[in-house]
């Protein structure tokens, strides 16, 4: 049971990688022939402006896709505030939006969805299950991915401001509390004890070069009175 909480904040990343090297010794045999070193030169060049050009397709590609997936995003969100349930903001989504976070300090509008699998948290930060949803009494968990939608933690202070609107379109108020690095083991965060609060958590440390890790930053804002 704890391995499987754990594993609701586990985010995962893959890396495409090109090293270009030539076996040992050929750099004599070109002294010999360098005409098939210039022809040797020229292909490398071909070859690392095609990985190039395919690199910044896929990342034009991958912004492309996220900005529209935000756009399906709120208009699932404004079909919720007009009474419907779990609306999907794609056919083939397993996701639906839940809340919305506003965090005025960062400049930040954020749509929650709910489940905090991989498929998720690439479009939105994601409500962790078995948790209140955000707005509700209790301890809302809610993880994202450090170098988008919740890299925006690192810039929060204590007493900054949190809103939440909840599904049925009403507004609760937090002010962060706090904020702290932990093992990713350190499951206590989930406990639902405790006052009303959100816990938002990412991977640690932002500017680490791999995702995952086994340590995570978590931010505790605590529900203002009603």
């Given at each position: 049971m704890r391995a499987a909480r754990d594993d609701r904040f586990r985010t995962e990343a893959m890396a495409l990688g090109v090293e270009c090297a030539l076996p040992a010794g050929y750099a004599a045999r070109c002294v010999a022939r360098p005409?098939?070193?210039?022809?040797?030169?020229?292909?490398?060049?071909?070859?690392?402006?095609?990985?190039?050009?395919?690199?910044?397709?896929?990342?034009?590609?991958?912004?492309?896709?996220?900005t529209l997936a935000q756009y399906l995003i709120a208009d699932a969100w404004h079909k919720t505030l007009a009474g419907r349930r779990e609306v999907k903001p794609w056919p083939w989504a397993d996701t639906w939006p839940v809340a919305r976070i506003d965090a005025p300090a960062a400049g930040e509008r954020l749509y929650v969805l709910e489940g905090a699998n991989g498929r998720a948290i690439a479009f939105g930060p994601g409500h962790v299950h078995g948790t209140p949803l955000p707005g509700m009494p209790g301890n809302s968990v809610i993880g994202g991915h450090r170098d988008t939608h919740f890299a925006f933690l690192r810039t929060l202070k204590i007493g900054d401001p949190l809103s939440v609107q909840r599904e049925d379109g009403a507004w609760r108020g937090y002010r962060v509390a706090g904020a702290a690095v932990v093992d990713r083991s350190d499951v206590y965060v989930t406990r639902n004890s405790g006052p009303t609060r959100l816990t938002l958590v990412t991977c640690w440390p932002f500017d680490a070069l791999r995702a995952g890790g086994p340590e995570r930053y978590v931010v505790t804002a605590t529900a203002a009175p009603k």
């Open positions: 005409g098939s070193a210039s022809r040797l030169s020229g292909a490398l060049l071909l070859v690392c402006i095609a990985v190039g050009l395919w690199h910044f397709g896929q990342g034009v590609y991958i912004h492309a896709k996220a």
